[in-house]
């Protein structure tokens, strides 16, 4: 084996669970989703699977650094860091899996939103225009009302899941993007589209409703979901891990609050 290879696999076999997961992490996004990887995975052996491959790593790692020890306090160490790498193996997932998910429920809440703006625009077009001035006007402000109730609502989702994604990221994968590209993007472009519609807001109908919005300010956090935050993703990643290490009943009581 050439000193090169021999130096990758010592290293490759000597990491904490973090550090293995940030190792894949630089590998998996080379493609760009998740099922991109899966496909690739398909044709590889089994040993290239990160269920298999990400275990192995920490628990020779383990097995090299408490060498000598007690076997009780060996396979105790062993059993937590094997837990701690699929753990963190899950939570990436189910993290780039709600991003994926969202995209839907944002998409279509936009087009809600901008046909509840034209209503009020029209509103405001005909009170300026003297058609029924006081009544449109009253109209006009209790469809406003109804807008930025919405965008409050439908922007604390947005707002949950993306602090959610960066507490993640800060706390447990040492600061490294844990979204697949194509994840990433979807993240990006709903932030795009909720300052386009603030803009929009603003730019046509702001100045006949009291003055511009901020949604970052008017969203409180009342109206960020339940189950969106740190600490629902995690809860279902312990659980998955929980379930594939065979700990069902532990795995239940996990996520039955949120049923």
Known sequence: MKANERRLTKIETSLTPTQAIVLWLEEAHQFDSFPAYASWLKDQPDSAYP???????VEQATLDALRGQ???????????????????????????????????????????LIDKLDVVRSRLDAQAGGRGSRNRREEAQQQGEVWRSLAGVFYGRYRSLARALLACQQRYFAGVDLLFPESRRELADMAEQWEFLEQLYNGTVAQGLGGPVELERMTSAAQEPPGRDVAYFVDLAKAETLQLLGETDAAADLVAPYL
């Open 70 to 112: 007690p076997r009780e306090r060996v396979d105790f160490a062993v059993r937590r860091q094997v837990r701690d790498v699929i753990f963190l193996f899950k939570l990436d997932f189910v993290l780039n899996v709600a991003v994926h998910e969202e995209q839907l429920p944002q998409s279509l809440s936009r087009l809600l």
């Open 51 to 57: 269920l298999h491959r990400l275990p192995h790593q």
